[in-house]
């Protein structure tokens, strides 16, 4: 019975072939789109908008959908404070990997505490992780309602459920806000249009 505990004997392999030159092979350098904010407001909408336009220009993306990761990545977690910071860490260290292949990772995900997305953060270098939070008011997002959660949730039948017994605490110092104006939301292709600008001006999309 081996009496070696966890992590003790492992160690880090370097391989010859680096993130830099995957990021010079693809043209671009690789960063974590963090895409926050309440159910239903539009983060994925944004992540596949986002994903689609960067396609067009010839740069390699992958979107990390909170929901589809919780059908296989996260299956066995549940929604409790620990098993949601589970999941995020779960996916930070998931994009960060793909940061490392030279691929601008787009997580969407609620990721509605703070700590979390700033854990997140500090997996990578600063400016290689880019908040982005949907801003949009919590009237808007129940109007929607797209998936019946919030119903749900104001009934009683969902427990927990961000935005209506549960908190989601606003980023303090996001790169990116995308929220409405003069009451109105912009369209998915202004938005994204804002959030590849950003990564245009930052140097990303170029090596």
């Known amino acids: 019975m081996s009496t070696v505990g966890n992590s003790t004997n492992i160690f880090w392999q370097e391989c010859p072939v680096g993130r830099a030159e995957r990021q010079k092979l693809l043209n671009q350098k690789?960063?974590?789109l963090w895409i926050t904010g309440l159910s239903g407001s539009g983060k994925s909408t944004l992540a596949c908008t986002v994903g689609r336009e960067l396609h067009s220009k010839g740069k390699l993306s992958?979107?990390?959908?909170?929901?589809?990761?919780?059908?296989?990545?996260?299956r066995d977690l549940?929604?409790?404070?620990?098993?949601?910071t589970e999941n995020i860490r779960r996916v930070g260290e998931v994009a960060k990997l793909f940061?490392?292949?030279g691929l601008?990772?787009?997580?969407?995900l609620i990721?509605?505490?703070?700590?979390?997305?700033d854990a997140c953060r500090a997996m990578l270098p600063d400016a290689n992780f880019i908040e982005v939070f949907m801003n949009m008011p919590l009237q808007l997002c129940e109007e929607r309602d797209a998936k019946g959660l919030y119903k749900l949730a104001r009934a009683g039948k969902i427990k927990g459920f961000t935005g209506i017994d549960d908190p989601y605490e606003p980023p303090l110092n996001c790169e990116i806000e995308i929220?409405?104006?003069?009451?109105?939301?912009?369209?998915?292709?202004?938005?994204?249009?804002?959030?590849?600008t950003y990564l245009e001006e930052k140097g990303f999309l170029q090596y």
Not at 78 to 84: H, N, Q, S, T, Y
Not at 104 to 108: E, K, M, Q
Not at 111 to 117: A, G, I, N, Q, V
Request: aromatic share 6%; glycine share 10%.
């Open 62 to 74: 992958y979107i990390l959908d909170g929901d589809n990761l919780r059908h296989g990545l996260n």
């Open 78 to 84: 549940g929604f409790k404070a620990e098993d949601r």
């Open 104 to 108: 601008i990772c787009i997580a969407s």
């Open 99 to 101: 940061a490392d292949a």
């Open 30 to 32: 690789g960063c974590v």
């Open 111 to 117: 990721s509605p505490y703070r700590k979390d997305r």
């Open 179 to 196: 929220q409405q104006k003069d009451g109105v939301c912009p369209s998915p292709n202004d938005m994204a249009g804002d959030v590849v």
